[in-house]
């Protein structure tokens, strides 16, 4: 199965979800942000960092390249597409996902260990989670404060969209300590935290032992069995 | 050439904590006098000529689209910029 990950000029982690990927036992596929050509993948994946440096908004300008464009096609197909922090961003730019992200409440860039529950189990980057599930991802941002509307934060609610909650402390002053959301079709999934840093033991978040926490890898392989079923 | 001014602003229900960052240090400048402070962006669009009609449109189109974002932003005005007409 093949996977692509999009790089735009000041993404930081797309060789990290490409590895991601590829421990998971997928096929790692670059998509350059210039190119609307997806390369025959069958998921996307908008990883982490600051695209055009943060200018305008954060994921602003990136919303705006050709390969976004298609993949707002594909994902009205109902590709899986998975937005990783700075790729959460553009999903929201993009209105992929509803909703915006703003400064951290503290004003402080913020980088730690963060506890997360796992609330929607039906969308194919989260179906190898239980339900209501703990799991322990690194979470690093400056704008990370998710806020939307009354209405638009009670649709999410309501509709069983937002995926996962910050559960040991709120980070950032998020609405609802909403950590990450999905589309009305499930398909489109953004968060702020970031499972693949931690996919690999003795790289990982602090588990049972020192960095063996691999909690990001069941994100990978969530989407492969979603694809192959 | 025309110059057409574009302001844009935290919505005011939206934290805003660049603005809070800002209004925290003032004090320390012995500035103590102003309560709240919100920080926004102006943007500045030349055009080739003079302003239109169409060019103000245009500019209005991209301060909603493109230069701020509806749903924690607000357009508070889109202008030519004073004395730069002819």
């Given at each position: ?11 930081l ?6 590895r991601?990927v590829?421990?998971?036992?997928g096929e790692?596929v670059?998509?350059w ?6 390369r025959?993948?069958d998921a ?13 908004r954060?994921?602003a300008?990136a919303a705006?390249?050709?390969?976004v ?6 994902a009205?197909?109902?590709m899986?597409?998975?937005?990783i922090?700075?790729g959460?961003?553009v999903?929201?730019e993009?209105?992929?996902l509803?909703?915006a992200l703003?400064r951290?409440e503290h004003q402080?860039?913020i980088?730690?260990?963060q ?10 980057w989260?179906n ?5 599930e703990?799991i ?6 400056g704008?990370?404060?998710f806020?939307?509307?009354?209405e638009?934060?009670?649709?999410l609610?309501?509709e069983g969209?937002v995926?996962?909650?910050y559960s040991d402390l ?6 609802n300590?909403i950590?990450g959301?999905?589309?009305a079709r499930?398909?489109v ?5 970031h499972p693949?840093?931690?996919v ?5 978040t602090?588990?049972a032992?020192?960095r063996?926490?691999?909690d990001?890898?069941r994100?990978?392989?969530?989407v492969?069995?979603s694809?192959?079923? | 050439m025309?110059r057409?001014?574009?302001e ?7 934290l ?6 800002v209004?925290?240090a ?15 962006k102006r943007f ?16 209005q189109?991209?301060?909603?689209s ?6 924690i932003?607000?357009?508070v005005a889109?202008?030519e910029a004073?004395g730069e007409?002819?």
């Open positions: 199965m093949k996977v692509g990950v999009v790089t735009f000029p000041g993404t982690d797309d060789q990290d979800a490409a991601a590829r421990l998971a036992g790692p670059a998509i942000h210039a190119s609307d050509d997806l025959g993948v996307i994946i908008f990883p982490g960092g600051f695209s055009y440096g943060d200018y305008l954060c994921g300008i705006l390249a050709p390969a464009g298609s993949v707002i096609e594909a009205g197909k109902g899986p597409v998975l937005g922090c700075n959460f961003q999903l929201c993009s209105h992929l509803p909703g703003i951290n402080r860039f980088c730690r260990e506890e997360l529950s796992v609330e929607n189990t039906s969308t194919p989260t190898g989670f239980s339900a209501g703990r322990v991802i690194p979470l690093k941002n704008e990370g404060n806020q939307a509307s009354a638009t934060v009670a649709e609610e309501g969209r995926v996962f909650r709120n980070p950032n002053g998020s609405i300590d950590a959301i999905c589309s499930g398909n999934v953004g968060l702020m935290p693949e840093h931690a690999e033991r003795g790289f990982g602090t588990g032992g020192y063996t926490g691999t990001g890898l994100f990978f392989t969530s492969l069995s694809l192959v079923s | 025309g057409i001014i574009v844009v602003m935290p919505k005011p229900e939206i805003d904590p660049q603005g809070k960052a209004r925290g003032l004090p320390r400048q012995g500035i103590d006098i102003f309560t709240d402070v919100r920080q926004g500045e669009l030349t055009v080739e000529g003079s302003v239109t009609q169409e060019a103000l449109a245009s500019a189109a991209a301060a909603e493109v230069l701020s974002n509806p749903i932003e607000d357009v889109v202008y004073p007409s002819k």
